[in-house]
Protein backbone atom coordinates (compact mmCIF):
# COMPACT_ATOMS: atom_id res chain seq x y z
CA UNK A 1 0.00 0.00 0.00
CA UNK A 2 1.20 3.84 -0.79
CA UNK A 3 3.09 5.32 2.19
CA UNK A 4 2.09 2.23 3.95
CA UNK A 5 4.21 0.55 6.95
CA UNK A 6 4.70 -3.04 7.46
CA UNK A 7 4.64 -4.55 10.98
CA UNK A 8 6.33 -7.73 10.63
CA UNK A 9 4.63 -9.51 13.28
CA UNK A 10 1.20 -9.41 11.93
CA UNK A 11 1.92 -9.67 8.29
CA UNK A 12 0.02 -6.39 8.00
CA UNK A 13 0.73 -3.00 6.28
CA UNK A 14 0.38 0.17 8.35
CA UNK A 15 -0.34 3.63 7.29
CA UNK A 16 2.43 5.44 9.11
CA UNK A 17 1.32 8.54 11.63
CA UNK A 18 1.87 11.02 14.30
CA UNK A 19 -0.20 12.30 16.91
CA UNK A 20 -0.89 16.02 16.58
CA UNK A 21 -3.32 16.62 19.00
CA UNK A 22 -1.41 15.87 22.96
CA UNK A 23 -2.30 17.36 26.12
CA UNK A 24 0.37 17.08 29.02
CA UNK A 25 0.53 17.75 32.24
CA UNK A 26 0.39 21.38 31.72
CA UNK A 27 -3.26 21.00 30.80
CA UNK A 28 -3.44 21.70 34.06
CA UNK A 29 -6.34 19.52 35.86
CA UNK A 30 -7.01 17.74 32.92
CA UNK A 31 -4.25 16.07 31.64
CA UNK A 32 -1.30 13.82 33.30
CA UNK A 33 1.10 13.10 31.35
CA UNK A 34 4.63 13.73 31.19
CA UNK A 35 6.18 15.25 28.07
CA UNK A 36 9.45 12.71 28.52
CA UNK A 37 7.31 9.84 28.26
CA UNK A 38 5.11 11.01 25.66
CA UNK A 39 7.94 11.38 23.55
CA UNK A 40 9.86 8.47 24.81
CA UNK A 41 7.11 5.92 23.82
CA UNK A 42 6.30 7.95 20.01
CA UNK A 43 10.15 7.54 19.90
CA UNK A 44 9.44 3.85 20.69
CA UNK A 45 7.29 3.30 18.79
CA UNK A 46 8.41 4.53 15.69
CA UNK A 47 6.77 8.10 14.93
CA UNK A 48 8.88 10.64 13.55
CA UNK A 49 7.68 13.19 15.59
CA UNK A 50 4.81 14.34 18.08
CA UNK A 51 2.48 17.78 18.80
CA UNK A 52 2.15 18.93 22.10
CA UNK A 53 -0.95 21.43 21.99
CA UNK A 54 -2.18 22.19 25.28
CA UNK A 55 -5.33 23.42 26.54
CA UNK A 56 -4.76 27.71 25.96
CA UNK A 57 -1.06 27.54 26.88
CA UNK A 58 2.48 26.88 26.17
CA UNK A 59 3.67 26.17 29.60
CA UNK A 60 5.46 22.99 28.62
CA UNK A 61 6.59 23.52 25.15
CA UNK A 62 10.30 24.79 25.94
CA UNK A 63 11.17 21.66 28.66
CA UNK A 64 9.54 19.47 24.97
CA UNK A 65 12.11 21.16 22.55
CA UNK A 66 14.87 20.62 25.15
CA UNK A 67 13.90 16.92 25.76
CA UNK A 68 13.34 16.50 22.24
CA UNK A 69 16.76 17.71 21.33
CA UNK A 70 18.55 15.82 24.67
CA UNK A 71 17.23 12.43 23.24
CA UNK A 72 18.11 12.79 19.66
CA UNK A 73 21.78 13.53 20.36
CA UNK A 74 21.61 10.83 22.92
CA UNK A 75 20.20 8.00 19.93
CA UNK A 76 21.77 10.23 16.83
CA UNK A 77 18.00 10.33 16.06
CA UNK A 78 16.13 13.15 14.08
CA UNK A 79 12.88 13.07 16.27
CA UNK A 80 10.85 16.07 14.90
CA UNK A 81 8.91 18.56 18.20
CA UNK A 82 5.85 20.09 16.76
CA UNK A 83 5.44 23.20 18.49
CA UNK A 84 1.17 23.39 19.49
CA UNK A 85 -1.41 24.69 21.43
CA UNK A 86 -5.46 24.25 21.65
CA UNK A 87 -7.28 27.32 21.89
CA UNK A 88 -10.18 28.69 22.78
CA UNK A 89 -12.07 30.68 20.17
CA UNK A 90 -14.60 33.50 21.31
CA UNK A 91 -17.92 32.86 20.54
CA UNK A 92 -18.84 36.16 19.50
CA UNK A 93 -15.22 38.42 19.44
CA UNK A 94 -12.46 38.38 22.23
CA UNK A 95 -13.71 42.05 23.48
CA UNK A 96 -17.37 40.42 24.14
CA UNK A 97 -17.40 40.02 27.51
CA UNK A 98 -20.93 40.16 29.10
CA UNK A 99 -22.89 37.13 28.43
CA UNK A 100 -22.74 33.60 29.99
CA UNK A 101 -21.78 32.30 26.08
CA UNK A 102 -18.84 34.35 26.44
CA UNK A 103 -17.47 32.11 29.02
CA UNK A 104 -17.42 29.29 26.79
CA UNK A 105 -15.04 28.82 23.35
CA UNK A 106 -14.55 26.27 20.64
CA UNK A 107 -11.89 24.17 20.48
CA UNK A 108 -9.17 24.78 17.90
CA UNK A 109 -5.64 23.55 17.58
CA UNK A 110 -2.79 25.38 16.15
CA UNK A 111 0.56 24.00 14.58
CA UNK A 112 3.77 26.32 13.71
CA UNK A 113 4.76 25.34 11.00
CA UNK A 114 8.30 27.49 11.05
CA UNK A 115 9.56 30.59 12.73
CA UNK A 116 6.80 32.33 11.66
CA UNK A 117 4.35 30.55 13.01
CA UNK A 118 6.03 29.96 16.29
CA UNK A 119 5.87 33.63 16.86
CA UNK A 120 2.79 34.32 15.88
CA UNK A 121 1.43 31.22 17.73
CA UNK A 122 3.47 32.88 21.10
CA UNK A 123 1.01 36.41 19.61
CA UNK A 124 -1.91 34.75 19.69
CA UNK A 125 -1.80 32.69 23.08
CA UNK A 126 -0.34 36.32 25.14
CA UNK A 127 -3.36 37.80 23.60
CA UNK A 128 -5.82 35.56 24.56
CA UNK A 129 -4.80 35.81 28.23
CA UNK A 130 -4.58 39.67 28.59
CA UNK A 131 -6.59 40.87 26.33
CA UNK A 132 -9.29 38.22 25.33
CA UNK A 133 -9.80 36.33 29.18
CA UNK A 134 -12.94 36.10 30.47
CA UNK A 135 -14.28 32.77 32.17
CA UNK A 136 -10.96 30.96 30.22
CA UNK A 137 -8.20 32.54 27.63
CA UNK A 138 -9.75 33.58 24.59
CA UNK A 139 -8.96 34.43 21.09
CA UNK A 140 -11.27 35.23 18.16
CA UNK A 141 -11.31 35.05 14.28
CA UNK A 142 -9.74 38.77 14.30
CA UNK A 143 -6.42 37.24 15.77
CA UNK A 144 -6.70 34.09 13.87
CA UNK A 145 -6.44 36.62 10.23
CA UNK A 146 -4.00 38.65 11.92
CA UNK A 147 -1.59 35.95 13.00
CA UNK A 148 -2.24 33.37 10.88
CA UNK A 149 1.27 32.99 8.67
CA UNK A 150 2.74 29.74 9.16
CA UNK A 151 0.42 28.43 11.34
CA UNK A 152 -1.78 24.81 10.51
CA UNK A 153 -5.15 25.06 12.15
CA UNK A 154 -6.99 21.63 12.88
CA UNK A 155 -10.70 21.40 13.65
CA UNK A 156 -10.06 19.74 16.99
CA UNK A 157 -12.36 17.76 18.81
CA UNK A 158 -16.31 17.84 19.40
CA UNK A 159 -15.69 20.68 21.20
CA UNK A 160 -14.63 22.51 17.99
CA UNK A 161 -16.81 25.09 16.08
CA UNK A 162 -17.27 23.45 12.82
CA UNK A 163 -18.08 20.19 14.99
CA UNK A 164 -20.59 22.92 17.24
CA UNK A 165 -22.58 23.75 14.79
CA UNK A 166 -22.71 20.05 13.44
CA UNK A 167 -24.33 18.66 16.49
CA UNK A 168 -26.62 21.71 16.64
CA UNK A 169 -28.00 20.67 13.32
CA UNK A 170 -26.88 23.77 11.75
CA UNK A 171 -24.90 22.70 8.43
CA UNK A 172 -24.99 25.51 7.10
CA UNK A 173 -23.62 27.34 9.97
CA UNK A 174 -21.04 24.47 9.71
CA UNK A 175 -20.11 24.70 5.67
CA UNK A 176 -19.77 28.86 6.23
CA UNK A 177 -17.89 28.20 9.51
CA UNK A 178 -15.31 25.37 7.68
CA UNK A 179 -15.21 27.99 4.55
CA UNK A 180 -13.66 30.95 6.47
CA UNK A 181 -11.00 28.60 8.10
CA UNK A 182 -10.30 27.63 4.58
CA UNK A 183 -10.26 31.19 3.55
CA UNK A 184 -7.43 31.95 5.86
CA UNK A 185 -5.77 29.05 6.57
CA UNK A 186 -5.81 27.39 3.11
CA UNK A 187 -4.45 24.26 2.61
CA UNK A 188 -3.07 24.42 6.08
CA UNK A 189 -6.61 23.82 7.24
CA UNK A 190 -7.46 20.54 8.06
CA UNK A 191 -10.63 18.68 9.48
CA UNK A 192 -9.83 16.39 13.05
CA UNK A 193 -11.79 13.12 13.35
CA UNK A 194 -11.94 11.33 16.58
CA UNK A 195 -12.83 7.84 17.59
CA UNK A 196 -13.31 7.14 20.90
CA UNK A 197 -15.13 4.40 21.72
CA UNK A 198 -15.37 3.10 25.75
CA UNK A 199 -14.58 -0.35 26.67
CA UNK A 200 -15.22 -0.32 30.50
CA UNK A 201 -18.72 0.20 32.19
CA UNK A 202 -17.31 3.45 33.83
CA UNK A 203 -16.31 5.90 31.37
CA UNK A 204 -18.36 8.94 29.20
CA UNK A 205 -20.28 6.78 26.39
CA UNK A 206 -21.89 9.48 24.98
CA UNK A 207 -18.75 11.23 23.29
CA UNK A 208 -18.56 8.33 20.83
CA UNK A 209 -21.97 8.81 19.52
CA UNK A 210 -21.41 12.65 18.93
CA UNK A 211 -18.31 12.07 17.34
CA UNK A 212 -20.21 9.60 14.43
CA UNK A 213 -22.78 12.39 14.06
CA UNK A 214 -19.59 14.47 13.12
CA UNK A 215 -17.24 12.42 11.61
CA UNK A 216 -20.13 12.00 9.12
CA UNK A 217 -20.31 15.17 8.27
CA UNK A 218 -17.38 15.99 8.21
CA UNK A 219 -16.57 13.41 5.53
CA UNK A 220 -18.99 14.93 3.84
CA UNK A 221 -18.04 18.71 3.76
CA UNK A 222 -14.53 17.16 3.32
CA UNK A 223 -15.36 16.08 -0.19
CA UNK A 224 -17.23 19.29 -1.26
CA UNK A 225 -14.86 21.69 -0.01
CA UNK A 226 -11.95 19.95 -0.70
CA UNK A 227 -10.66 20.24 2.94
CA UNK A 228 -8.14 17.18 4.24
CA UNK A 229 -9.14 15.01 6.77
CA UNK A 230 -6.88 14.29 9.38
CA UNK A 231 -7.32 11.92 13.24
CA UNK A 232 -6.04 12.12 16.38
CA UNK A 233 -6.58 11.22 19.91
CA UNK A 234 -6.80 14.15 21.92
CA UNK A 235 -4.25 12.41 24.35
CA UNK A 236 -4.62 12.78 27.93
CA UNK A 237 -2.06 10.36 29.39
CA UNK A 238 0.44 7.75 28.42
CA UNK A 239 -0.49 4.44 28.66
CA UNK A 240 -4.05 2.26 29.06
CA UNK A 241 -3.76 1.83 32.31
CA UNK A 242 -3.41 5.34 33.20
CA UNK A 243 -7.06 6.09 32.70
CA UNK A 244 -8.01 5.68 36.46
CA UNK A 245 -5.52 8.20 37.71
CA UNK A 246 -6.81 10.96 34.96
CA UNK A 247 -10.16 10.53 35.92
CA UNK A 248 -9.05 11.11 39.64
CA UNK A 249 -7.11 14.03 38.57
CA UNK A 250 -10.68 14.66 36.85
CA UNK A 251 -12.60 14.36 40.05
CA UNK A 252 -9.97 16.74 41.86
CA UNK A 253 -10.66 19.35 38.98
CA UNK A 254 -14.22 19.28 39.80
CA UNK A 255 -14.28 18.99 43.37
CA UNK A 256 -16.70 15.63 43.16
CA UNK A 257 -16.80 12.38 44.19
CA UNK A 258 -15.95 9.97 41.88
CA UNK A 259 -19.78 8.02 42.36
CA UNK A 260 -21.04 11.68 41.17
CA UNK A 261 -22.96 10.64 37.60
CA UNK A 262 -22.72 14.58 37.02
CA UNK A 263 -18.85 15.20 36.77
CA UNK A 264 -17.31 15.32 34.19
CA UNK A 265 -15.71 11.68 32.84
CA UNK A 266 -13.77 10.96 30.01
CA UNK A 267 -13.91 7.92 27.78
CA UNK A 268 -10.84 6.63 28.56
CA UNK A 269 -9.42 6.00 25.50
CA UNK A 270 -7.39 8.97 25.39
CA UNK A 271 -4.08 7.49 25.67
CA UNK A 272 -0.91 7.85 23.12
CA UNK A 273 -1.94 5.00 20.73
CA UNK A 274 0.67 3.27 19.07
CA UNK A 275 0.60 3.38 15.12
CA UNK A 276 -1.16 0.17 14.71
CA UNK A 277 -3.68 1.19 17.56
CA UNK A 278 -4.57 4.23 15.28
CA UNK A 279 -4.39 2.13 11.95
CA UNK A 280 -7.23 -0.08 13.61
CA UNK A 281 -9.01 3.10 14.46
CA UNK A 282 -8.77 4.85 10.94
CA UNK A 283 -7.86 2.16 8.93
CA UNK A 284 -10.79 2.73 6.54
CA UNK A 285 -9.64 6.62 6.11
CA UNK A 286 -6.45 5.61 5.36
CA UNK A 287 -5.59 9.88 3.96
CA UNK A 288 -7.05 10.44 7.71
CA UNK A 289 -3.79 8.54 8.52
CA UNK A 290 -1.59 9.68 6.12
CA UNK A 291 -2.41 13.62 5.97
CA UNK A 292 -0.71 13.82 9.65
CA UNK A 293 2.82 12.64 8.10
CA UNK A 294 1.40 15.24 5.71
CA UNK A 295 1.51 17.95 8.25
CA UNK A 296 4.46 16.78 9.67
CA UNK A 297 6.21 17.06 6.59
CA UNK A 298 5.12 20.60 6.43
CA UNK A 299 6.65 21.96 9.78
CA UNK A 300 10.22 22.65 9.63
CA UNK A 301 12.82 22.19 11.51
CA UNK A 302 13.96 25.70 13.36
CA UNK A 303 15.30 26.83 16.41
CA UNK A 304 13.66 28.97 18.95
CA UNK A 305 16.49 30.27 20.76
CA UNK A 306 18.09 33.50 20.22
CA UNK A 307 20.87 35.53 21.57
CA UNK A 308 20.28 38.11 24.34
CA UNK A 309 18.04 41.09 23.26
CA UNK A 310 18.90 43.82 25.96
CA UNK A 311 17.46 46.90 26.53
CA UNK A 312 19.71 49.86 25.10
CA UNK A 313 21.84 51.29 28.22
CA UNK A 314 21.75 54.89 28.91
CA UNK A 315 24.80 56.70 27.51
CA UNK A 316 26.65 59.63 27.60
CA UNK A 317 27.02 61.72 24.38
CA UNK A 318 29.20 60.49 22.16
CA UNK A 319 30.20 57.30 24.28
CA UNK A 320 29.71 53.29 22.90
CA UNK A 321 29.18 50.64 25.23
CA UNK A 322 32.30 49.66 25.39
CA UNK A 323 33.43 53.03 26.22
CA UNK A 324 30.79 53.54 28.98
CA UNK A 325 31.27 50.33 31.34
CA UNK A 326 35.59 50.68 31.30
CA UNK A 327 35.12 54.44 32.36
CA UNK A 328 32.46 53.06 34.91
CA UNK A 329 34.87 50.34 36.25
CA UNK A 330 37.91 52.27 36.71
CA UNK A 331 36.10 55.09 38.38
CA UNK A 332 34.78 52.47 40.61
CA UNK A 333 37.81 50.80 41.02
CA UNK A 334 39.54 54.16 41.89
CA UNK A 335 37.07 54.33 44.68
CA UNK A 336 37.82 50.72 46.14
CA UNK A 337 41.42 50.54 45.49
CA UNK A 338 42.99 54.33 45.11
CA UNK A 339 44.65 55.67 42.29
CA UNK A 340 47.23 54.64 40.97
CA UNK A 341 45.56 51.41 40.72
CA UNK A 342 47.60 48.11 41.40
CA UNK A 343 48.89 45.90 38.83
CA UNK A 344 46.99 43.09 39.75
CA UNK A 345 43.49 45.10 39.74
CA UNK A 346 44.63 46.82 37.07
CA UNK A 347 45.17 43.65 34.85
CA UNK A 348 42.47 42.05 36.13
CA UNK A 349 40.14 44.85 35.46
CA UNK A 350 41.05 44.64 31.74
CA UNK A 351 41.25 40.99 31.42
CA UNK A 352 37.65 40.96 32.86
CA UNK A 353 36.90 43.69 30.28
CA UNK A 354 38.16 41.95 27.66
CA UNK A 355 35.82 39.08 27.81
CA UNK A 356 32.72 41.26 28.61
CA UNK A 357 33.36 42.98 25.17
CA UNK A 358 34.70 39.67 23.63
CA UNK A 359 31.15 38.11 23.83
CA UNK A 360 28.75 41.65 23.11
CA UNK A 361 27.93 42.05 27.06
CA UNK A 362 29.07 45.29 28.23
CA UNK A 363 25.00 46.69 27.76
CA UNK A 364 23.92 43.44 30.30
CA UNK A 365 27.31 44.73 33.17
CA UNK A 366 25.66 48.47 32.29
CA UNK A 367 21.77 47.41 32.88
CA UNK A 368 22.84 45.75 36.42
CA UNK A 369 24.46 49.33 37.10
CA UNK A 370 21.62 50.98 36.67
CA UNK A 371 19.55 48.75 38.63
CA UNK A 372 21.72 49.20 41.53
CA UNK A 373 22.07 52.77 41.23
CA UNK A 374 18.42 53.16 41.07
CA UNK A 375 17.84 51.15 44.17
CA UNK A 376 20.41 53.38 45.97
CA UNK A 377 18.49 56.57 45.05
CA UNK A 378 15.62 54.43 46.13
CA UNK A 379 16.92 54.11 49.50
CA UNK A 380 17.22 50.31 49.24
CA UNK A 381 18.97 48.09 50.97
CA UNK A 382 21.57 46.25 48.69
CA UNK A 383 22.93 42.75 50.12
CA UNK A 384 26.92 41.95 49.29
CA UNK A 385 26.21 40.00 46.66
CA UNK A 386 25.49 35.77 45.88
CA UNK A 387 26.84 32.98 44.02
CA UNK A 388 29.35 33.59 41.48
CA UNK A 389 29.32 37.04 40.66
CA UNK A 390 31.37 37.73 43.38
CA UNK A 391 33.84 36.28 41.01
CA UNK A 392 33.70 39.49 38.83
CA UNK A 393 36.03 42.24 39.55
CA UNK A 394 34.14 44.67 37.00
CA UNK A 395 30.95 43.64 39.25
CA UNK A 396 33.10 44.92 42.81
CA UNK A 397 34.13 48.28 40.91
CA UNK A 398 30.79 48.99 39.95
CA UNK A 399 29.06 48.56 43.16
CA UNK A 400 27.30 45.62 42.23
CA UNK A 401 29.02 43.37 44.58
CA UNK A 402 30.71 44.10 47.85
CA UNK A 403 33.20 41.11 47.28
CA UNK A 404 36.71 41.71 46.26
CA UNK A 405 37.63 38.83 44.33
CA UNK A 406 41.46 39.67 44.63
CA UNK A 407 41.03 39.69 48.56
CA UNK A 408 39.56 36.06 48.63
CA UNK A 409 41.18 34.32 45.12
CA UNK A 410 38.19 34.21 43.28
CA UNK A 411 38.35 33.48 39.58
CA UNK A 412 36.36 35.26 37.07
CA UNK A 413 36.55 32.20 34.77
CA UNK A 414 33.93 30.73 37.68
CA UNK A 415 31.59 33.17 36.75
CA UNK A 416 31.81 33.48 33.27
CA UNK A 417 32.32 30.40 31.85
CA UNK A 418 30.21 30.41 28.87
CA UNK A 419 30.01 31.97 25.86
CA UNK A 420 26.45 30.95 25.15
CA UNK A 421 24.12 32.68 28.26
CA UNK A 422 24.34 35.57 30.55
CA UNK A 423 26.53 34.77 33.50
CA UNK A 424 23.85 35.09 36.01
CA UNK A 425 23.65 38.04 39.04
CA UNK A 426 21.63 37.54 41.91
CA UNK A 427 20.97 40.81 44.40
CA UNK A 428 19.49 40.98 47.15
CA UNK A 429 17.16 43.95 48.20
CA UNK A 430 15.03 44.40 51.41
CA UNK A 431 11.67 43.94 50.68
CA UNK A 432 9.75 47.04 50.82
CA UNK A 433 13.16 47.99 48.63
CA UNK A 434 12.57 44.86 46.58
CA UNK A 435 9.37 47.04 45.10
CA UNK A 436 10.59 49.98 44.72
CA UNK A 437 12.96 48.28 42.34
CA UNK A 438 10.77 46.57 40.56
CA UNK A 439 8.30 49.49 39.95
CA UNK A 440 11.62 51.19 38.75
CA UNK A 441 12.82 48.96 36.08
CA UNK A 442 8.90 48.79 34.75
CA UNK A 443 9.06 52.40 34.46
CA UNK A 444 12.54 52.21 33.19
CA UNK A 445 12.48 49.26 30.74
CA UNK A 446 8.65 49.68 30.02
CA UNK A 447 5.57 47.26 31.00
CA UNK A 448 5.89 45.41 27.66
CA UNK A 449 8.92 44.44 28.35
CA UNK A 450 9.03 42.76 31.63
CA UNK A 451 7.01 40.08 33.48
CA UNK A 452 7.05 37.81 36.30
CA UNK A 453 8.08 34.34 35.77
CA UNK A 454 5.89 31.43 36.51
CA UNK A 455 6.87 28.18 38.08
CA UNK A 456 5.18 24.45 38.20
CA UNK A 457 3.44 23.65 41.44
CA UNK A 458 2.93 20.10 41.90
CA UNK A 459 0.52 17.17 43.83
CA UNK A 460 2.90 16.34 47.26
CA UNK A 461 1.70 12.70 48.73
CA UNK A 462 -0.81 14.91 50.55
CA UNK A 463 -3.19 14.36 48.11
CA UNK A 464 -3.07 10.72 48.01
CA UNK A 465 -6.76 9.62 49.90
CA UNK A 466 -8.13 5.94 50.94
CA UNK A 467 -11.01 6.92 48.03
CA UNK A 468 -8.57 7.36 45.61
CA UNK A 469 -5.39 4.63 46.21
CA UNK A 470 -4.24 5.53 42.88
CA UNK A 471 -3.60 9.35 43.53
CA UNK A 472 0.02 8.62 44.52
CA UNK A 473 0.46 8.27 40.92
CA UNK A 474 -0.53 12.24 40.36
CA UNK A 475 2.41 13.10 43.04
CA UNK A 476 4.90 15.13 40.95
CA UNK A 477 2.01 15.79 37.91
CA UNK A 478 1.88 19.74 37.57
CA UNK A 479 -0.96 20.52 40.01
CA UNK A 480 -0.61 24.72 39.30
CA UNK A 481 1.67 27.56 38.03
CA UNK A 482 2.67 29.71 40.77
CA UNK A 483 5.18 32.64 40.58
CA UNK A 484 8.76 32.26 40.62
CA UNK A 485 9.89 34.20 44.26
CA UNK A 486 12.72 36.09 42.63
CA UNK A 487 13.40 35.56 38.91
CA UNK A 488 12.17 38.82 36.78
CA UNK A 489 11.93 38.34 32.86
CA UNK A 490 13.36 41.23 30.60
CA UNK A 491 14.33 41.96 27.41
CA UNK A 492 14.50 44.87 24.56
CA UNK A 493 11.15 45.05 23.27
CA UNK A 494 7.70 43.20 23.61
CA UNK A 495 8.43 39.75 25.47
CA UNK A 496 5.39 37.86 23.91
CA UNK A 497 7.48 38.38 20.56
CA UNK A 498 9.53 35.98 22.56
CA UNK A 499 7.73 34.02 25.22
CA UNK A 500 4.44 33.72 25.48
CA UNK A 501 2.63 34.99 28.60
CA UNK A 502 -0.14 33.91 30.94
CA UNK A 503 -1.99 35.38 34.42
CA UNK A 504 -1.29 33.84 37.40
CA UNK A 505 -3.00 33.99 40.63
CA UNK A 506 -1.20 33.80 43.78
CA UNK A 507 -1.99 34.86 47.90
CA UNK A 508 1.32 37.18 47.60
CA UNK A 509 -0.34 39.13 44.82
CA UNK A 510 -3.80 41.25 45.30
CA UNK A 511 -4.40 40.94 41.53
CA UNK A 512 -3.57 38.01 38.40
CA UNK A 513 0.43 38.81 37.89
CA UNK A 514 1.54 38.69 34.22
CA UNK A 515 3.92 36.06 33.72
CA UNK A 516 5.41 34.12 30.93
CA UNK A 517 4.79 30.76 30.35
CA UNK A 518 8.54 29.47 30.21
CA UNK A 519 10.92 28.91 33.00
CA UNK A 520 14.09 30.97 34.16
CA UNK A 521 16.63 29.28 32.40
CA UNK A 522 14.84 28.50 29.46
CA UNK A 523 14.19 32.42 28.61
CA UNK A 524 17.46 32.66 28.56
CA UNK A 525 17.62 30.70 25.68
CA UNK A 526 15.40 32.90 23.82
CA UNK A 527 17.11 35.81 24.44
CA UNK A 528 15.07 37.07 27.50
CA UNK A 529 16.94 37.79 30.54
CA UNK A 530 16.33 36.94 33.86
CA UNK A 531 17.09 38.73 36.98
CA UNK A 532 17.38 37.29 40.39
CA UNK A 533 16.18 40.16 42.34
CA UNK A 534 15.84 38.23 46.47
CA UNK A 535 14.27 39.84 48.83
CA UNK A 536 15.75 39.90 52.28
CA UNK A 537 14.47 39.69 55.61
CA UNK A 538 18.13 40.11 56.79
CA UNK A 539 18.99 43.08 55.22
CA UNK A 540 16.14 45.23 56.50
CA UNK A 541 17.05 44.02 60.30
CA UNK A 542 20.70 45.07 59.51
CA UNK A 543 19.69 48.51 57.56
CA UNK A 544 17.33 49.10 60.77
CA UNK A 545 20.30 48.40 63.28
CA UNK A 546 23.43 50.04 61.33
CA UNK A 547 21.18 53.04 60.73
CA UNK A 548 20.13 53.58 64.33
CA UNK A 549 24.32 53.27 65.76
CA UNK A 550 25.50 55.47 62.85
CA UNK A 551 27.60 52.79 61.47
CA UNK A 552 28.86 52.02 57.59
CA UNK A 553 28.24 48.33 57.65
CA UNK A 554 29.90 47.86 54.52
CA UNK A 555 33.16 48.53 55.71
CA UNK A 556 33.52 47.09 59.18
CA UNK A 557 36.68 44.91 60.00
CA UNK A 558 36.50 41.32 58.77
CA UNK A 559 38.70 40.26 61.90
CA UNK A 560 36.67 41.97 64.79
CA UNK A 561 37.77 39.79 67.82
CA UNK A 562 34.49 40.60 69.70
CA UNK A 563 32.50 39.28 66.57
CA UNK A 564 34.80 36.21 65.70
CA UNK A 565 34.63 35.51 69.94
CA UNK A 566 30.16 35.39 69.16
CA UNK A 567 31.16 32.89 66.65
CA UNK A 568 33.30 30.88 69.27
CA UNK A 569 30.73 30.97 71.68
CA UNK A 570 28.72 29.51 69.40
CA UNK A 571 26.05 32.31 69.74
CA UNK A 572 25.64 32.13 66.16
CA UNK A 573 23.66 29.42 64.94
CA UNK A 574 24.68 27.03 61.90
CA UNK A 575 27.71 25.52 60.61
CA UNK A 576 29.64 27.87 61.98
CA UNK A 577 29.45 26.81 65.57
CA UNK A 578 31.20 23.69 64.26
CA UNK A 579 34.20 25.87 63.14
CA UNK A 580 34.21 27.64 66.37
CA UNK A 581 34.56 24.17 68.22
CA UNK A 582 38.13 23.36 66.68
CA UNK A 583 41.27 24.56 68.43
CA UNK A 584 42.73 26.71 65.39
CA UNK A 585 42.24 30.50 65.69
CA UNK A 586 39.05 31.56 63.95
CA UNK A 587 39.40 34.07 61.29
CA UNK A 588 36.73 35.50 58.43
CA UNK A 589 38.20 33.04 56.38
CA UNK A 590 37.68 29.79 58.47
CA UNK A 591 33.69 30.36 58.47
CA UNK A 592 33.85 30.79 54.89
CA UNK A 593 35.06 27.40 54.58
CA UNK A 594 32.73 26.11 57.27
CA UNK A 595 30.25 27.39 55.19
CA UNK A 596 31.37 26.14 51.70
CA UNK A 597 29.84 22.56 52.28
CA UNK A 598 26.70 24.06 52.07
CA UNK A 599 27.25 26.13 49.21
CA UNK A 600 26.99 25.19 45.29
CA UNK A 601 30.49 27.48 44.92
CA UNK A 602 33.07 28.68 47.46
CA UNK A 603 32.00 32.43 46.06
CA UNK A 604 28.45 31.71 46.96
CA UNK A 605 29.82 30.56 51.05
CA UNK A 606 31.69 34.03 51.00
CA UNK A 607 28.39 36.31 50.12
CA UNK A 608 26.29 34.05 52.97
CA UNK A 609 29.34 34.53 55.63
CA UNK A 610 29.59 37.99 55.21
CA UNK A 611 26.05 38.56 55.26
CA UNK A 612 26.01 36.45 58.55
CA UNK A 613 28.93 38.27 59.49
CA UNK A 614 27.42 41.90 59.66
CA UNK A 615 24.88 40.08 61.51
CA UNK A 616 26.93 39.16 64.69
CA UNK A 617 28.95 42.07 64.69
CA UNK A 618 25.79 43.99 65.16
CA UNK A 619 25.28 41.33 67.90
CA UNK A 620 28.29 41.81 69.54
CA UNK A 621 28.40 45.40 69.57
CA UNK A 622 24.76 46.51 69.64
CA UNK A 623 22.71 43.95 71.32
CA UNK A 624 19.72 46.05 72.51
CA UNK A 625 19.79 48.09 68.92
CA UNK A 626 19.72 44.62 67.38
CA UNK A 627 17.38 43.39 69.59
CA UNK A 628 15.11 46.10 68.44
CA UNK A 629 15.46 46.14 65.15
CA UNK A 630 14.28 42.24 64.92
CA UNK A 631 11.67 43.65 67.60
CA UNK A 632 10.37 46.24 64.64
CA UNK A 633 8.51 45.15 61.73
Not at 141 to 159: F, K, P
Not at 579 to 596: H, K, M, W
Request: charge should be negative.
Amino acid sequence: MKNGLTNQNEKVVLHPFVHLHTHTEYSLLDGIAKISELVDKAMADGMPGIAITDHANMYGIAEFVEYVERKNRELGTSFKPIIGCEIYVARRGMEQKGDREDFAGYHLVLLAKNLTGYKNLVKIVSRSWLEGYYGRPRTDHADLERYHEGLICCSACIGGEVAQHILHNDLASAEHTARWYKSVFGEDYYFELHRHKPTVERANHNTHKLEQKVNNQLLALSEKLGIKLICANDIHFVNEEDAEVQDTLLCINSNKRYDDDSRLIFSKQEWLKTTAEMNELFGDIPEALENTIEIFNKVEHYSIDHAPLLPKPLLPEGVDEVEHLAQLAFEGAYERFGKPLPAEVKERLKAELKIINRNGYPAYFLMWHEIIAAAHELGAQVGPGRGSAACSLVLYCLGITQIDPLRFGLDFGDFFNTEQSLPRIEVEFDKLGRERVLKWIVERYGEESVANIAMPNYFTSKIITEEFPQSQKLVGVVRKMDIHSCGVALCEGDISERAPLAFVESAEYENAVVVTQYGAEQLRRMGVEVLHILSSNTLDIIARCASRVALDIENIPLDDAKTLDLFRQGGVKGVFRAAANEEQPLTFDRLVEAYSCHCSNRAHAICATLLAYRVAFLRAHYPAEYAEACNKR
